[in-house]
């Protein structure tokens, strides 16, 4: 059955439609190590780098980089600067500038690490096809439009196989509308063939997996796939002698139960970081230029040593196997961009890429100075500033509850408490959660809210501190977005949040 929710879920074996559009898709320094192995030119990489960094360094001057680096970070702050920025509040303010700038830093430190945003790729839920049409090396992909025909690339992280990198034809199935109706965004595999698809990527299974699906049409001429994975290079151990837990009694079963869940969901094998580590090392040295033959051929043969181990590893807590890397498999130096104490200067694409990040990271951003829109003031002018003792009030009671928080060391409990901290405030300047949910009057709202706003930035600009001005945007962000639109000049456009993010995707792809 098909509501209006959002890409394919799978429960119990059944699929429960949904319609949520894919976040952006961002490469990584396996998918980029494959993909070039595969045959797919540096220079594709370095493209997607050099526009990376463009629009982090340009997301404080410019309105679309601006506006799609918020909806990136939208999650950190409630879209308060895709807020501001919808509703025409100037990218000089300088509390938007220092979140953009908070923003881009966050960007390039994801760049160094080769995570690099990738148009006409996507991260979508795969399942059995419940028609049992497809074929062997066919899947459905089901984007926005329905249902794709065409090449794709499809690989599951965290694949380390030179074959985990699957070229497949994506086709219409006839009566693929009567299961999943209106859902989009998720890839159907088939039951045919003699084994699995997801088995060939990383070793994987079709409960609700993940799986980086590209038609981006410059990978699918690039790359040319390998034959895929299976087990040769590695005896896999044998099992360690359980105690059927059917033959415990009700205390011994539960405990046993909870223990067994606890050790797959936490124990993580040492051998897991190990052989990815290495794996990492020797295929950097793989993706060097000037490495012969003899070379390269003894670098293969130890690179799918290490895949096999890293999948048993995966699989250890729950098989109950101890997995380890062997010490000849081991390296002895790692390239410069895995920051350990023993490293050479890699000059593969994943060292070029570090490097052209490091570079930009390291460029000093300057202050920004503090200044007050004239919108707001008049406003709060306006009112007879009848707001401004109490408002000023409150906000010092603020600043003396908040003090404390600041040295606190626990992140996650810090930001719940500010969290709680806004939302009291929030609850004084509307009589309800939120701006929309308000019963006032908004004149009356609209007066308090830039009284609060003057109040706030007269402070911030004395200590010339652009963060002080987190509290008005945290309580007043939103009626203060609203009451900007209303007084910019020219027709105005009613359109949810959620649309303005997909049109920014789709102008970014």
Request: proline share 4%; net charge negative.
């Amino acid at each position: 059955q098909s509501t209006s929710s959002s890409a394919v879920y799978l429960f119990l074996g059944l699929l429960l439609p949904t319609r949520t559009k894919p976040k952006r898709t961002l490469t990584s320094k396996l998918l980029i190590a494959l993909l070039r192995y595969g045959g797919v030119k540096e220079e594709f990489f370095m493209e997607l780098l050099e526009n990376a960094i463009e629009g982090a360094e340009n997301a404080r001057c410019d309105y679309e980089d601006a506006l799609n680096i918020a909806f990136v970070y939208a999650d950190m702050e409630d879209s308060i600067s895709a807020r501001m920025i919808l509703s025409g509040i100037p990218l000089e303010d300088a509390y938007l500038q220092s979140r953009l700038a908070i923003m881009a830093q966050q960007e390039r430190k994801g760049i160094k690490q080769g995570k690099l945003p990738i148009s006409d790729c996507f991260y979508l839920m795969g399942t059995t096809d419940p028609t049992g049409k497809l074929k062997a090396n066919e899947v459905c992909v089901i984007l926005d439009n329905g249902p794709y025909c065409g090449n794709v690339l499809v690989y599951k992280h965290p694949g380390l196989h030179f074959g985990d990198i699957h070229v497949l034809t994506s086709r219409y199935i006839e009566d693929i509308h009567d299961v999943v109706g209106y859902s989009r965004y998720a890839i159907l595999f088939p039951t045919s063939g003699p084994r699995s698809l997801a088995d060939e990527m990383a070793n994987s299974d079709f409960d609700g997996d993940m799986y980086w699906v590209s038609i981006n049409e410059q990978l699918l001429k690039q790359f040319k796939p390998s034959k895929p994975w299976e087990w040769g290079q590695v005896n896999k151990p044998i099992q360690a002698e359980k105690k059927c837990l059917l033959d415990l009694d009700e205390p011994l079963l539960e405990r046993s139960l909870f223990h067994e869940f606890l050790k797959a969901r936490f124990a993580r094998s040492n051998a897991l970081g190990a052989a990815a580590d290495t794996w990492l090392v020797y295929m950097d040295r793989l993706l060097t230029d000037g490495v012969d033959e003899y070379e390269s051929n003894i670098l293969e043969k130890k690179i799918k040593k290490l895949v096999d181990i890293y999948y048993l590893a995966l699989d250890a807590p729950k098989a109950g196997t101890k997995i380890n890397v062997p010490a000849e498999l081991t390296a002895k130096k790692y390239p410069h961009y895995m920051d350990r104490k023993e490293s050479y200067h890699s000059t593969s694409i994943l060292g070029k890429i570090y490097d052209e990040a490091e570079k930009k990271q390291s460029e000093k951003v300057e202050p920004v100075e503090i200044s007050l829109d004239p919108r707001f003031t008049a406003r709060a002018a306006s009112s007879g500033y009848k707001y401004l003792n109490l408002w000023t009030g409150r906000y010092q009671e603020y600043l003396n509850e908040s003090g404390p928080l600041i040295d606190n060391q626990d992140k996650e409990e810090t930001d719940l408490k500010f969290k709680e901290l806004y939302q009291k405030y929030k609850y004084m300047l509307y009589d309800a959660a939120e701006f929309e949910q308000t019963q006032r009057n908004l004149d009356e709202v609209f007066d308090e809210a830039c009284t609060i706003y003057q109040i706030v930035y007269e402070k911030a600009a004395r200590f010339k501190k652009a963060g002080r001005c987190n509290f008005v945007w945290n309580v007043a962000g939103r009626a203060l977005c609203h009451f900007y639109a209303l007084e910019t000049e020219g027709d105005k456009v009613l359109v949810p949040l959620t649309v303005a993010r997909n049109l920014a995707k789709k102008r970014r792809r």
